[in-house]
């Protein structure tokens, strides 16, 4: 029973936000991965719900990741939307991981509510759709805009801090930056390990990323470097735009991880 009723849940709430901002369409300005602070539009939901509504927009998204080289991951499949009123945003995520037998659906969602200068946000996630006794994780994000900035998508300074996984082993990433909407972001993370770990040497992770647009062209870079075991993780992110509406991105993660992703603004 349960499981019927989760996609017909998915399917209602999509089309209920359809109608909540049918009048809500704009260009979306972030395309490219990045952090915490500066999240792509449709990655927001589950990375950081309060910068869903910095933008006046709304779009869908499909994504397709191949199994890695190494087989280390299996095959992607993305498939999310998110709008937003610039005073309230939502979204909804679908990733389906595809071993040669099974494939593994998970589902999330966030939303976010502007408080002029502050926005709060609040995502619920399930990474396995299949597991009745599952209990959802819950996040929750803060995020303060354009501190003694002048406002207009640019200037002054952001800070984010987002609570992941509150209900089971709570783990906070804190970061700040600087934004000018299709133009340039700059950006530094810190994750802390879980509040309820009992390691004696902190395993954070300290991390900086920065994007830039030129027309329709947009790259990003992202650097982490893992305290306990003094490794990086590299991410590197391109998008085109194919028209008003229409955009292409790419994201390569280290050691061999890709995803295309096209996505609609409408």
């Given at each position: 029973m349960i499981k019927?009723?989760?996609?017909?849940?998915v399917?209602g709430?999509?089309l209920?936000t359809l109608?909540?901002?049918?009048?809500?369409?704009?260009?979306v300005?972030?395309?490219?991965?990045?952090?915490?602070?500066?999240p792509?539009?449709?990655?927001?939901?589950?990375v950081?719900?309060?910068?869903l509504?910095?933008?006046k927009s709304?779009?869908?998204?499909l994504g397709?990741?191949p199994r890695?080289?190494t087989?280390?991951?299996?095959?992607?499949?993305?498939?999310?939307?998110?709008a937003s009123?610039?005073s309230?945003?939502?979204?909804?995520m679908?990733?389906?991981?595809?071993d040669?037998?099974?494939?593994?659906?998970?589902?999330?969602?966030?939303?976010?509510?502007?408080?002029?200068?502050?926005?709060?946000?609040l995502?619920?996630?399930?990474?396995?759709?299949?597991?009745?006794?599952?209990?959802?994780s819950?996040?929750f994000?803060l995020?303060?805009n354009?501190?003694g900035?002048?406002?207009?998508?640019?200037g002054?300074?952001?800070?984010?801090?987002?609570?992941?996984?509150?209900?089971?082993?709570a783990?906070?990433?804190?970061g700040?930056?600087?934004?000018k909407?299709k133009?340039?972001?700059?950006?530094?993370?810190?994750?802390?390990?879980?509040?309820?770990?009992?390691?004696s040497?902190p395993?954070n992770?300290?991390?900086?990323?920065?994007?830039?647009y030129?027309?329709?062209?947009?790259f990003?870079?992202?650097?982490?470097?893992l305290t306990?075991?003094?490794?990086?993780?590299?991410t590197?992110?391109?998008a085109?735009g194919?028209?008003?509406?229409?955009?292409l991105?790419?994201q390569?993660?280290t050691?061999?991880?890709?995803i295309?992703?096209?996505?609609?603004?409408?």
């Amino acid at each position: 029973m349960i499981k019927t009723l989760k996609p017909l849940l998915v399917l209602g709430l999509t089309l209920h936000t359809l109608t909540l901002f049918a009048g809500e369409k704009g260009k979306v300005s972030r395309v490219l991965p990045a952090g915490v602070v500066f999240p792509a539009f449709n990655d927001a939901p589950l990375v950081n719900a309060s910068s869903l509504p910095s933008q006046k927009s709304r779009a869908a998204r499909l994504g397709y990741g191949p199994r890695g080289a190494t087989a280390s991951r299996p095959d992607v499949i993305e498939g999310d939307f998110s709008a937003s009123s610039q005073s309230i945003g939502i979204g909804f995520m679908y990733t389906g991981l595809r071993d040669p037998s099974t494939i593994t659906h998970g589902f999330g969602a966030g939303v976010g509510l502007g408080l002029g200068p502050a926005a709060l946000g609040l995502a619920v996630r399930d990474s396995d759709l299949s597991q009745n006794n599952n209990s959802p994780s819950v996040d929750f994000s803060l995020t303060l805009n354009q501190l003694g900035g002048g406002g207009g998508g640019g200037g002054g300074l952001n800070l984010t801090a987002v609570f992941y996984n509150m209900n089971h082993s709570a783990q906070l990433t804190a970061g700040i930056g600087v934004i000018k909407e299709k133009k340039y972001f700059l950006e530094a993370n810190l994750g802390m390990e879980p509040f309820n770990s009992a390691n004696s040497s902190p395993d954070n992770t300290v991390a900086v990323a920065a994007g830039v647009y030129a027309g329709p062209f947009g790259f990003s870079f992202k650097t982490a470097y893992l305290t306990q075991s003094r490794t990086y993780r590299h991410t590197l992110g391109g998008a085109i735009g194919l028209g008003e509406s229409l955009n292409l991105s790419v994201q390569f993660d280290t050691p061999n991880d890709f995803i295309a992703r096209l996505q609609l603004a409408f």
